[in-house]
Structures are given as structure tokens and as C-alpha cells.
């Protein structure tokens, strides 16, 4: 199970603005792609070094910067400088924690958001930050550990697809966003099926290991909804803003991934919904089950009991017992013994309990 | 029961606008059928074809295009090039776990809710999308499944009941959508008529089978709410916005329908609440059963435990029993034995047990 | 207990506008009322049809026209007409399951609200709808049953009593509706004390029939909920709104019945708080008897068991039993089964058991 | 405990604006006193009478008036003709089930909330009814109950303590709800205690009066929480109001006020939190007193049945028992039970009973 | 376990503004520090006297007022009189008990938030109070109890690390408010920590003091909510308040104090969630424990009570019993023993009791 909360303490007295990674320690190479296109050309290259070069844009092409390590003070703070970015901007690039959210810098917009993937073995979620700085022709994004996260994007700009090489910025921007949502609906899935095994393995066959399970399935959906409901905010936002890095074409763009925001907000709450009802269900089978062994015992005890009893009072020593002496005595006990047992059991299936 | 989420991950990654049925597959031929009326008129033919002569409309005539099929992209897309709709929208259209929503595109408004119908047999909700797109003088709608559901509607137009006739389109869109959640009165009412049943048997016969029915329920209303809820704001959209295709006397009627949403809400928030307390109460009558088990159990054994103990002492063997050797020992014993049971009697009377 | 919801679904498919009685059938005949009032004059009659002579309005004369049952069309159709009311008002004045609410027709009001009475037979709420339409001096009131209900309001008006007369049609509609409203302190004085009566049986004598009538009592305020919350919002516009109709005089006076809706909410809302917290007293109750059950047994049980196996043992048969020869072996045995008791007991009573 | 709402239904059909009592009967005489103070005088006096010369009100003195009895219908008139109040205020004074509230009658502010004290032998909360009219330069005070209430505000006037008799009759309002106010605090630190104590009860001694207990403080806290919400409203609007009696100076201490209002509201609902994790804790600690009683049962049970069925064998009147005739048979029957019951005690040890 | 409530209720009924510190007393020596510093110099003195001196401030010269007890009335009332500090804010200053909140007088502003520590022994939240004064080009701020808090802070000044020396007293402020929200997080860390201690104790080896421990970590949580949600409207209060005391340059770094609140409140939210859900596990968990005890209990009794049954039939003294004479009565007898237990096994296997 993921952490609850992972450390940043040891960032707190620091000046704002320090730049310090707080995440897990990644220790891969960096790989910093530069992209530029516009609806004629597109070119790719890779760069290892930030220079002054990476801001000599054209005004008729977009560039789309994208960082895969964010673990790198030098290679944030270069970027930074050569684009101006705020300090405390930076700061938030370098905290894999940061909550969703996007902020107003005036001439670029900031936008960090939470990939998720589904981890299939663990059946877990995965998360990661992925940091967006929108310019008025350039985009920079931050990712923290995948590497090849953006390749269908890639692909749909290197072949045209769509629209995307006729547009600005921002709907590369939108794109990227739209992207990173539509992960979730697959995270959704899967929780779902989850879900449905689970119910069906609580009617079939509960255990303290399904409750163990239900508890699981209910972290990973506090851990989820963390990640979405303040998206919902981000979204809005984008699509309210009135800036003009982001034009009203792109706005009704937006619009849709909002519509997809709430789906998956609505999602989460019904999973909430059906997860606090199975916890019902599991402590009135567990109920169910005791009844049921209460019963077996109740009968077995309430059968034997009284016979036990019969069958000690003529085991007594007295010396005058004249059933004793009665050729007839032993037959009759066990027909005054059977016709108990028939009383118990008509009891029984008066009460249901047979 | 219906699957929690359907599988529309297999989308991911396109580009936006990329129309792709993401539904359950439909094999039957599409229907599209042309509708134009006005106070005077009315005509009706159905259609195979896209083709320009759909977009010559009249001045003073209402056209509705009803497309009983949603998965067949090219008749999709070819709607949306004659009436040059937005590839977002069309995308929408073809997607069948939209939540409700009402866009405005200025020229035309885009509404999509789902029409619910009430499976008696299996007794759970079917639920269907219907998109409806109005322009100034036409509307199109698409249905998921149902081939004559709009016939009530049909017949209207034809017999000239009610002023549906002499209304525009904006009537037309208002008279659908009523209509629909017309028919979310019919689930309240089944799901009522349930829920009474339930009790009933809640009170009267108990079982496991009984918690399955409240936890189906419980997701019946789930599903339900999730469709209701966004209707709302549809609703109150559609009474509030300020474009011309809607007119003044149109909005009091869609005020109408804003009543009824909200009174379906409410009775759902109301099922929720009856719902939540039968499982309270399925729970303490599980709690009482073991009681009475228990009860009968704690009779038997404090009744003869004591005696069966008594009856164990004059079994011993010992040599020296002065007890025993009395003529009056045995008559005596069942004396003692009597009182006890009559005292324990008298205990579990005053304890409220008997 | 009242059907959760009342068939309507007979009327969809139909037009809107369309009238038609949805509730349950009344059988007695129609009675109408017609007063005309100003500060010196007050006469009242009964008229059995509804003709133009109705609308004839004098300008100093206050008309209140009382209609007691609102299931026959043409009575409503013709006042209607008459008053040229809008088809959809008639069609929610004809159905009793109408949720309150508050319409501006700009030429007059119309107002639905629920008259609660408490059937003190049945212990339970009977639930009828009041519509009333609020001309410049007009008031129509339409009832659902009840023949005399607006009695003590006649009352004050023949004999002068308080200011009414002084006033216009909007304080006679104030006066009704505050009428309405006091009736429902009435119905929260006696679930009130319903539920002192409930706490006081949940801690004398809890039994499965105390929790059926907390569950009915939950339904009752559920219920009772339904009526009264949307009620909040219609008097909070009548108390706003900014019409001629409304004098701003009079608007003081619904300010007072606004206070008395959020205070008939706030103890709806503490009885609901009540009630579940009874619950669980209820759940907590069957523990405890559970618990002294369980006690009983136990005792008896750990007294006897271990008796019960020494009588055992010296019952057995062995050739060679040295104690069973010895004179004080019985004695001695007796002995010991009291010391076992004694140390039994002292054990219970440490335990807290007896 | 005190009931849950007031029978005021004998006023239900009566014209707004009728004077009648609805609270419990006051016996005592009134106690008119009137006091007239500025910076450099102070003058109090008592009487019986209400008259003009109460309306005689210099301008640089202020004048407050308190009536400590609600109940008499002549002296709450006359003070309303007097001073030309709304009858509905009157109305609301003498209705001591009022909702906390304040409305503005453009002339004066009419102000009710609840006086709270805390009956140390009953351990439950007193609440009292206070009115206050505060007009340009005078305060009318109505109490329902408590005679000397306000004594330490005199006292303040009386001495100069403090900047009371330098401000004017908004101050002095001020002054009597801030003292209000403080005395709920009082309330709080009480039901503290009560808390504190019984989380004590809970671990050491839980018993079903414990629930009751906590069960009552439920219902004290549901009764504060109705009082104190409310109060929010009130103290914000006075702080926020535009009028001009109510000095922009005085707003800062009425601001201060507000900041008390919730965090007497934040200590509520904490409280709330805490009394329903204590039911938990009952309901938790129930189920573990029948584990251990379940526990004891058990294990008498399962050690002494094996070994009274071993008795039981040898206690056959067979004919043909060779056990029977050995010398050995007796004391081997004994190891094996020893043997037995080690066994047995060991599997306890290991299922964590003993 | 901390008090609920702290004792205030002595001041009840006293003027506003008379000071008088209702905290726990603090014997310890007042310490004064004054600081000021622009970009160029730095200079720190302590003083143990407040005199005209400390408000001869330049203009081009931050000062910060460091005084570590808020005990001291002296103190308290000489700063306010030096400055023209508003009563009523040093009042608060001395109550230790406020509410997180700021205050606008114009020519100041008044902030108030809780410092929280983590007492690691105890493993609970220390609470302190912290005063903040906002002037022009001054900063005062009041501590409760720790005396070297804001040790890293000045070491920043003093070193001019950041650019805290160039910017003016808002940033100071700021870097304080900043400074005690990053100690946030820490709690949030250890809580975290407890929390899946707790979780892992849960599942190995639940007992009664798990439970209390439940209860203990919800009431920290509780507490914590009580100072972390005030807080949001604080700092978001900072972030658009339109004072020229704080600029626009400041109010980016508020915004980023904005984020890290919500940041923790969401965190709050979801511990609340895992502490909930471990309660349900916790009862689960007694009630699984339960069914084992019945489930051992039963099955002893089955297996032995009609076996018990049997010998006592054998044990009976009848004269005429056919079976005792036979020789291969006993191993009979033992034999049907014997299966009878295999039967019962059988159907305990099939139960999955065994």
C-alpha cells in the first residue's frame, strides 16, 4: 500500500522558493525533448544542456518543451531562468505532492495535474506528476518518472492527425490534459471490475481477507479522489479564465474534458456508495454465519439434554425404583425418549430452524 | 445486474472529435425519420440517405429528424457536415455513458439525457441515451435502442392534440423532454411498489436473500441518481438561458419540467433514506433471532443442567449412601426436582423469557 | 401507512395543460364560496356554477373564491377560463402530489403548499394540497378534501377580529398560509410526544415492535420533510419578491411565517437526530439482554459442568475405587462440590457477573 | 429532561399580532426597572406603571428599560403602544419558543436569543428567553425568567468600569448580548466535565446507564446546537447591518462577538464528533464483555464434556468391560483425563484465551 | 489527553477589552527581541521595557517585536498603548484559546493562527497560540510558550538568505505564516505514521486498546481540524484582501500558503476517512473472534453431547437390558461411537467449520 503522506518535512524552514527535490530518489539520466511545429513542419530533437537557444521561438511555431526528471535542481532552475518562470512556480515542479491546480503567472499559465496508471500486479494505482507551463507559443511539461507517457501525442503530431498541428498552444495543451484524463476512465474500469468480483465473493464466500480487501479498495478510492476533485477546480478554471493565451475555440474543448471530470467525480462517489454498502453486507454475513452455528448447537443441546437427564435418573442407585424392576422399563424409556426427540423437532421446524 | 462502468477506455489517446460508437454493438438497420410540420401541415417520410435536401428547410415550418441508431459513424458524421454541427458534439452523440448535459453552440443548443424504462421481468432500470440538437426551426434526436418510443409524441403531431402544433421547435424539444421524465415517474413507482414489498417481507420472513434484494435496490437508486442529478441543471439551464431559440412562453414550461425534476429527486433522496433504515432494521431482526435462539437454549440447559447434576450424584457408588437405602429416597428426589424446574420457571418469567 | 408514491404515471404521454384528476377519487359533490369583503361590507355565498358574473371584480372588494374539491375538470377548466389562468397551473392544481411551490404569472401568484393533519387515531399525518392563486384582489384557494378546514379564518373576517378586513388580497393569502403553517406545530407536538413516549419504552421494555414504530416514525418525518423543506423556499420568495400583488406591509407578516418554517425545520431536523440516536439505543438495548443471557447460561453452566463430571467419576464402575469403600468418601465429596461452588461464585462476582 | 416543543398550538387560527403567553405560567409580579445613564449621570428606579413619561427621553441620555416577566399580556401592550412597536414583535416576545433572530423595523432592531444556564443538580441546560429593542437612544430588555441576570452589567454601569456609560444604546446592546454569550461558555466547559468524565466511565465500568447517559447529552447538545446556530445569523447580520443606530465602532465589538458565536459553534460540533465515537466505544466494548464471557463458557465447556462423557463410559453397566476389572483401570483413567486437560489448556494458550 | 475546553468562564460578566490572560500559568521571564533590518543592515537587541523608542521607526527599516509571553498584562498593555493597538485585539492576544482569524483595523492588521508541535513521547499535538501585528513597516508578534520558535527565520535574516531582506514587513509575515504551516505537514506525518502502526496492529492482533488508541487518534483529529479549517479562510482572507500593507508581489506567496492549507485540510479528510473504516474493521474483527469461540464451543458439544448421551444410557439400572448382557455390547457400543463422531466431522467439513 502507498504511503499515506510521503515526507516534505524536510523542507520546512527553508526559504520559499529553495529549490529541493522532496520525492523518491531517481536516479536515470534526464532526457529533455524540443518539438516544434506548426501546421507545415514538425521537428524533433533532443538536448541535454538548457541554452538561451531554447527561447529563440517563432512566432508561427509552437514549441513543446518536455522534461521526464524532475528529481534535477540545475535543469529546473535553467529552464526557469530562461524563460522567467516564478521561483515558487519552480518549487511546486520539484514536490511530487503538490495538489492539482492551476495558477495565473499573467504572461504563462501553470498547471500541475496527477497521471495515474493502473498497476495490474499490485492492483494499485499509480501516481505521478506531470507539471504544464503554458506560454503564449511554447509549452513546458514536467513529468516525473514514465518515459514514453506522451507517445500517442507525439504520434498524432508527427502524422497529422486531427487537428492538433493547425492549432496554438494551448490546445496542445488541452490535448496533453484531455490525455491525462482519459487514463482515469481506465483506472475507473478496473476498480469497477474489482468491484463486482468482490461482490460476487461476498455472497459466495466471505472472509476476514475480503473485509481486509474492502478496506483496501476504500484507501485506494480516498487515494483517487484526492487526485480528482480538486481537477475539478483546475478544469473550470481553464475553462473560465480570460486570458488570451487560451482562445475560445480551445475553451469548448475544455468544456468536454470538464464534462469527463465530472463523469469521473460521479464515478468515484457511486463506488463510495456500493463499497460502504458491501461493508454491510459483510458484517450481517458474518452475523448470518453465527446464527447459524447457534442454531446447530441449540439443537444438538436442546435434543440431548433432557435425554441425558432421563438416562441419568435411572442410572441412580436408589433401592427402591420400581420402573427398574419392570421387564417393560428399558422399552418404554426409549419410546419416552423418541417421542421427545419428535416434540423437539416439530419445535424446530415450527421456528424455522430445520 | 448492469455493469458498473462500460469499457470506453479502448478511445483513449485519439484526438478529440473522433467519432467511434463506444456502446454495446447494435446489428439492426438505422431509421431516420423526417418530420415537418406547422399549424396547417404536417408530413412524414422516412429516410436512407444524408443528403442537402435534409438542410432546406422552410421559414415557417418545424423539421425533426429522429436517427434510431447511434453507432453507425457515417450517418453520424454526415448529419454533422450537413448541419455543420461541432465534432465534439458528434463525438458526444456517439458516446452512450454521457452524463446529462445541455451545451450552447449559439446557433444551436446541444441537450443529452438518458431515457430510463423499467425491465419488469428482470426488475431493474434499462437506460438509453437520447441526444436532441435544436436549431432555430429543426431538431434532431438520436436514440441508443428503442425503435417507436417517441410514437406517443408522433401521434400528437398528427392528431393536432394539444398546441404542439402551432408551437416551434423550441416546443418540440420541451414536448420530448418531458415526455422522458414523464416516464422516470414509472421507475419511482416500481421501485415504490419494491420497496413496500420489502418491508413486508422484512417483517414477516427475514433472510440473506433479503439483504441481496436491499443491496441490488440500494444500486438500483445509484444508477438512478446519477442519471437524475445532472438533469437539474439541464433542466434549469434550459429555463434560464438567454438565446433566442428558446422562447419566453416555451421557458414556463420548462419551469414545469424543473418541478418535476426536482420532485423526482426528492423522492429518490426519500428511497434512500427507507432504504438505509430496512437495513437497519434487517440487521436488529437478525440481532433478535439469535436472541430467541439463545433464549431457548439457556431455558433448556439452566432447567436441566441442575437436574441432570442431581441425578449424577445418586449414580455414584459409594458404599456408605444413607439417601439411598430410604424407601421415600427416590419419591423425594423427583419432589426436589420438581421445585427446581418450577423456580426456574418463575426465574425466566420475571426475566421475560417464557 | 401512506403508498410512498401515488400512481400518476396514467397521464404521461399526454399533452401538457392537459386536465386530469391524478389522485385518489372523490365522490362528493363540489362547494364553492364566494366572499367579497373590503373594511365595511363582508358577504358570503355559495354558488354551484361558474359564470362571468364571477370576474366582475369591484375595485375596494376583496373577492375570495374557496373551491373544495379539485378532482371535477370542468369546475377548474371554467375558473380557468374564466380568469384566464395558464393551462399548466390548472394541470397542477388538479394534481395532488404536487411538491410546494411559488409561480409569478406576473398578473397573479400561484402558490401550492400541503395542509398537514394529524389523524390521531391512526397516529399518522394526513397529507392534502392547498393551491391558491393570488390576484390584485382576488384570492382563489383550492382544496382536496377537507370541507371546513378554513373555518376560524371565515370567523375572523365576519366578526372583524385583528386587521383582515383593513387589508388586501395578498394579507388574506398571508392569512391562509400562516393558517396552514400553524397546523403543522400541531403535528410536531404529537410526534413529539410520540417519541417521549418511544424513549421512555426503549428503556422499560424494548421489543421488535418498538423498532417497527421507530421505522414508522423515520417514515412520518421523512414524509413531513418532503412538505415542509420546499416550503422554506416559497415563503423565502414571497417574502422577496418584488411584485405589485405583494404590499410591503405585508411582507413583514411573511417574514414571520418564514421564521416559523425554519423553526418547524429545525425541529424536524433535531427529531431525525433523536430518532437515529434511538436506534441505537434499540441496537445497543439487545446487546445488553443478549449479554444477561449469555451470563445466565454461563453460570449456570461453569457451577454444574464440573459437579456434573465428579458425580461422573464416582459413578464409574472400576473394581478398584479406594474412595468409594471409605465411610467419609461421600461426605467428602459433598464437601468438595461446595468449596468448587463457593470458589465459582466468588470468581462471578469478581468478574461483575452476578 | 425538558420537552421537546412547547404546546404553543392553542394559539394556531388566532390573528397575527394576538398577545398571548404561550410558556410556562409566571406567578411572580413584575419587576419594572428603568435606568437613565450618560457619561456623568446614572439613575436607575423601579416602576409599576407604564406610561408616557417613559417615552420622554432626553437626547444625551440612554435610557434602558428591563421587564423581567414575559407573561403579562397589559404590560407588553402597553410598552408597545408607548414606544409604537409592531405587534408582531410583541407577538414574539411573549413566545418564549422563538427562534433566535434579529429583524430590522427601519426605526428599531428587535433582537431574541437564548440566555443559557447551566443547572449544576439536574446537569442539563436552563434556556430562558431574552428580547431585546434597541432604538436610537434606548434598549428595552423583556426576560422570561431570572430576576437579577443582568447584575454584573449593572454593577458596570453603576461603577464606570469599562466605556459603557461613555457609548451609546448599541454599546449597551452590545454589552447584554456579549455577556449572553459568555455565559455559554460556561455551558461548554460543563458538558467538557460531563465528557471527560463519562470517556472515563466507558473504559472502566461500562454499563447500560452509561448509555443513557450519553444518550441524554445527545439530546442536550441537540438542544445548545438549536439555540447556538441560529445565533451565527443573528450576530453576522448585526455586524453587517447598514443602520444608522448600530455605530461602526460598536461593529468591531459586535465582530468580536461573532468570533465567540463560532467558536462556541466549532466546540459543538466537536462535541458531537466526540459523544458519537463514544457510542462506538459502548457498543465495541459490550461486544468485548461477550467475548469474555463466551470465552469462559467455552473453555469449562470444552475441558469438562470429554471428560464427563470418559466418566460416562466407564459408568456402563456392561457386562463385559475389561478396563473395568484391572487395578490399573482406575488410575489411568485419571492420567488420561489429566493428559486431556493439558492438551486442551495448551490449545487455549495458543488461541490467546488464557 | 488535552482538555476539551480550557477554562475561560472566569471573565464572564467583565468589560471587553480588560486584560487578563486565561492560559495556564507561565512562570518564566518575559524575553523581548527587536529586530530591524532593511537589504543593507541588520540589528537585533533584547529589551526588557517598552518605551516610546520602540515606535521610532525609519521608514526604510523593517521592525519585528518579538515578545514570548503572552502572560504578562504589563507587557501586553504598554505594547498596545505604544502603537494605539484596538483593546479588544489585546485581548485576544491573551487568550490563548482563539480561533485562527485576522482582523482588519485599517492601519494594522491582526492575525492570530495555532503553532502545532509534535510531542513524540506522549505521541500527541502541542498547541500554542501565535499573535501576529501587520504595520506598515513593522511586524509584532506574541508566542505562548517555546522561546527559540522562529530560530531558522532569523538565522535567514541575519544571513540574507532569500530574498527576505529585500522585501518589507508583509513578506516577513508571510515567511512566519509559512514557517508555522510547513510544521503541519510533520503532524500529518507522524499521524500517518500512527495510523499504519495501527493498521498493521489491526490485523495481526486487534484488542481493547486498539480501540482506545482509535478513539485517541480521532480526537487529535479532531483537534487539528479545529485549527487547520479556520485557517483556510485566514490565509485566503490574506490573499485577497485589498490593504496597501500587503502587495501584490506578496499576496503570489500567499497564494502558495493557500495551497499547502488546502493541501493539509484534504489530508485531515482523508485520515477521518482510514480511522472511520478501521473502527468497522476493529468491530468486525471482535465479531470474527466471536464466531471462532462459538465455532470451538459447538463443535465440542456436538461431537460429545449425544456420545455423553449414549453412556448414560448404558449407565441405567434397568433389570432387563438385552445389550448390557452381550459380550460384544462394549465394542459395539464403541463403534457406533466412532462413527457417529466420523458423521459429525463430515458435516462440519462441509459447514467449513473445520
Known sequence: ?????????????????????????????????????????????????????????????????????ISLKDIVEEIGNQFELHPLLLEDVMNPEQRPKVDDFERYLFITIKMLNW???????????????LGPNYVISFQERELDMFDPILERLKTRKGQIRKMGSDYLTYTLIDYIIDNYFIILENIGDIIEDMEEELITNPSPVTLQSIHNLKREIITLRKSVWP??????????????IIKNTTKI???DVYDHT???????E???????????????????????????LTIISTIFIPLTFLAGVYGMNFKYMPE???????????????????????????????
Do not use: A, C, H
Open 1 to 69: 500500500m502507498p504511503k499515506l503522506i510521503k515526507k516534505i518535512s524536510k523542507k520546512s524552514g527553508l526559504p520559499p522558493g529553495t529549490l529541493e527535490y522532496t520525492g523518491e530518489k531517481i536516479s536515470r539520466k534526464v532526457k529533455i525533448t524540443v518539438i516544434d511545429y506548426n501546421e507545415k513542419n514538425f521537428q524533433m530533437k533532443e538536448v541535454s544542456k538548457i541554452d538561451q537557444e531554447l527561447i529563440n521561438l517563432e512566432k508561427s511555431t509552437v514549441r513543446w518543451i518536455n522534461v521526464d526528471n
Open 119 to 133: 498497476d495490474q500486479e499490485k492492483r494499485e494505482i499509480l501516481s505521478e506528476q506531470v507539471s504544464l507551463i
Open 231 to 244: 481537477l475539478r477546480e483546475v478544469i473550470n478554471k481553464l475553462q473560465r479564465i480570460e486570458v488570451p
Open 253 to 255: 474543448y475544455m468544456r
Open 262 to 268: 465530472i463523469q469521473i467525480i460521479d464515478t468515484i
Open 270 to 296: 457511486s463506488y463510495r456508495d456500493i463499497i460502504s454498502g458491501m461493508l454491510d453486507i459483510y458484517l450481517s454475513s458474518i452475523s448470518n454465519k453465527m446464527n447459524e452455528i447457534m442454531k446447530v
Open 324 to 354: 427398574i424392576e419392570s421387564t417393560l422399563g428399558y422399552p418404554l424409556i426409549w419410546l419416552i425418549m423418541v417421542i421427545i426427540t419428535v416434540i423437539m423437532i416439530i419445535f424446530f421446524k415450527k421456528k424455522n430452524w430445520l
